[in-house]
C-alpha cells in the first residue's frame, strides 16, 4: 500500500532495539497512548519497545517470537511510503530512498 505522510514523524531512539526470534528480554508495562506495546529491556542493555503480540511472555521475562527492528523513521508531509506491515497504531514502512522503519498511523493518509 502507499501512503501519503500528512504529519512529520521524527524518531524519539537514537539506539533502537534490534533483535533475532528467540532474544530474551525483561518487560514492563509503561504510560503511552498507544496499546499492544510493551517497554523492554534486552541482554545487552538497550531499552524500548516492543509489541506485545510479538513476544512469548513468562512472569516478567519475555521472548521474541520473530525478529524484530524498533527503527522509527523521519518523515515529512509530501513525502509518499510504501507500508508493509501494520502493528497496534504503527506501520513499517519505506520511503523513496529506500529508508525503512515505524510511522505512527496518524501521520499518514493511504492513496
Given at each position: 500500500m502507499k501512503y501519503l505522510v500528512t504529519k512529520s514523524h521524527k524518531?524519539?531512539?537514537d539506539k533502537p532495539i534490534i533483535a533475532k526470534k528467540g532474544s530474551r528480554f525483561s518487560w514492563?508495562?509503561?504510560a503511552t497512548?498507544?496499546?499492544?506495546?510493551l517497554w523492554c529491556t534486552s541482554t545487552d542493555g538497550s531499552t524500548g519497545w516492543v509489541p506485545d503480540s510479538w513476544l512469548k511472555k513468562q512472569g516478567k521475562k519475555a521472548v521474541l517470537k520473530r525478529d524484530y527492528n524498533a527503527t522509527e523513521l523521519s518523515a515529512?508531509?509530501?513525502e509518499t511510503v510504501s507500508g508493509e506491515?501494520?502493528?497496534?497504531?504503527?506501520?513499517?514502512?519505506?520511503?523513496?530512498?529506500?529508508?525503512s522503519g515505524w510511522i505512527p498511523l496518524g501521520c499518514?493518509?493511504?492513496l
Open positions: 524518531p524519539d531512539c514492563e508495562k509503561k497512548i498507544w496499546d499492544g506495546w515529512n508531509p509530501g506491515m501494520i502493528e497496534s497504531g504503527w506501520i513499517w514502512v519505506t520511503n523513496t530512498k529506500y529508508k499518514l493518509m493511504q
